[in-house]
Nanobody
Framework: QVQLVESGGGLVQAGDSLRLSCTAT????????LGWVRQQPGKEREFVAI????????AYGDSVKGRFTISRDNAKNTVYLQMNSLKPEDTAVYYC?????????????WGQGTQVTVSS
């Protein structure tokens, strides 16, 4: 089981940038994809982004395309989410997720989440 720990959330103003980090710990040397899912107040969970083991395969949710960038550093067992041009509607709890294959909906491991709040 892969354990995930997020960090980097906080309170920012609209138009600002924020960078989230997630460190993964695994009992094996298996390859896996890492991604981000968010849940806004009063709404269902929403897919944000996912990145494959090599970093070559990447997918984004429609609402964040062009503004968010996902990347990973396997030497540090860490995935990042660079969020630019933040909007109030980006306010949500952001969860780091893991899967042995690329998927927008099916995940094997979840982090505890980190709060991102964007003010007007």
């Amino acid at each position: 089981q892969v354990q995930l720990v997020e960090s980097g959330g906080g309170l920012v103003q609209a138009g600002d940038s924020l960078r989230l980090s997630c460190t993964a710990t695994s009992p094996t040397f298996s390859s896996y994809a890492l991604g981000w899912v968010r849940q806004q107040p009063g709404k269902e969970r929403e897919f944000v982004a996912i990145i494959g083991w090599s970093g070559n395969n990447i997918a984004y949710g429609d609402s964040v395309k062009g503004r968010f960038t996902i990347s990973r550093d396997n030497a540090k067992n860490t995935v990042y989410l660079q969020m630019n041009s933040l909007k109030p509607e980006d306010t949500a709890v952001y969860y780091c997720v893991e899967n042995p294959y690329l998927s927008r909906t099916d995940f094997r491991s979840w982090g505890q989440g980190t709060q991102v709040t964007v003010s007007s």
